[in-house]
């Protein structure tokens, strides 16, 4: 047996710290992600959204000489399935997807309410991912386990003996910022305010600009 005056879970999506603790998880969903030869026709930056195969998005990202495309997928039978479905759609769409060089995939989890975020409790405190801190919109989480890490840090520096209550009071605009993003990803699974941006012009760039989004948010695979 070993004893330890603070406890960190930063084991990501299937924290099994966060389990200990009773917290439930947010929703799970399987991230996979493939990278293919460019053949040329399209190769933007893009996001993608089909209704039929994913409540949360697909994305596309143009490297050089070959292009990534990955998507969020409910976690469950059928992943690997509706992956290459989505695939295919780019492909026909005039994506150019070459020969597949390689394909990973791992665990994300969407947070959706507050309840969904959980910092800790007592002498254990949860960073990143286990603490349900990640992007609901764009599934990023880099940058939240890095910045739940830092502000951890800084509550152990103010209040060792109880730097978990110290974390949680001091990770209050990180929570806001993960449920600001939560309204935002409802509001992008909605096609309705997809039409009324792509309608609007907003945000767009110049398709004809190697590198850049089209004209519109979300138009390959808008349902």
């Known amino acids: 047996a070993c004893t330890a005056r603070?406890?960190?879970?930063?084991?990501?999506?299937?924290?099994?710290?966060?389990?200990t603790l009773?917290?439930?998880?947010?929703?799970?969903?399987?991230?996979?992600q493939a990278e293919f030869t460019a053949e040329g026709g399209e190769s933007s930056y893009g996001a993608y959204f089909d209704r039929q195969l994913t409540d949360h998005y697909a994305w596309s990202i143009p490297k050089a000489g070959s292009v990534l495309v990955g998507a969020a997928l409910p976690s469950g039978p059928g992943t690997t399935k509706r992956f290459n479905a989505i695939v295919e759609k780019m492909r026909f769409a005039g994506f150019g997807l070459g020969e597949e060089l390689a394909r990973?995939?791992?665990?994300?989890?969407?947070?959706?309410?507050?309840?969904?975020i959980a910092l800790g409790r007592r002498s254990?405190?949860?960073?990143?991912?286990?603490?349900?801190?990640?992007?609901?919109?764009?599934?990023?989480g880099v940058s939240y386990a890095l910045r739940s890490a830092a502000v951890l840090a800084r509550a152990i520096e103010v209040e060792l003996r109880d730097p978990v209550a110290e974390y949680r009071?001091?990770?209050?605009?990180?929570?806001?910022?993960v449920a600001g993003k939560a309204v935002k990803a409802q509001l992008l699974s909605s096609s309705t305010?997809?039409?009324?941006?792509?309608?609007?012009?907003?945000?767009?760039?110049?398709?004809?600009?190697?590198?850049?989004?089209g004209s519109s948010l979300g138009e390959l695979l808008m349902p």
């Not at 603070?6 to 389990?19: E, K, M, Q, Y």
């Not at 254990?124 to 990023?140: F, K, M, N, Q, R």
């Not at 009071?169 to 910022?177: I, M, T």
Request: glycine fraction near 12%; proline fraction near 7%; hydrophobic fraction near 50%.
């Open 104 to 116: 990973s995939a791992a665990p994300v989890v969407r947070p959706q309410r507050l309840s969904d």
């Open 124 to 140: 254990v405190a949860l960073l990143g991912e286990a603490a349900g801190l990640i992007s609901p919109s764009s599934a990023e």
């Open 193 to 213: 305010f997809r039409a009324a941006v792509m309608l609007s012009g907003v945000g767009s760039l110049d398709g004809n600009r190697p590198g850049t989004f």
């Open 6 to 19: 603070l406890v960190v879970g930063a084991d990501g999506a299937a924290s099994l710290i966060r389990r």
């Open 169 to 177: 009071r001091l990770a209050r605009p990180l929570v806001g910022e």
């Open 22 to 32: 009773g917290f439930a998880a947010p929703t799970r969903y399987i991230a996979m």
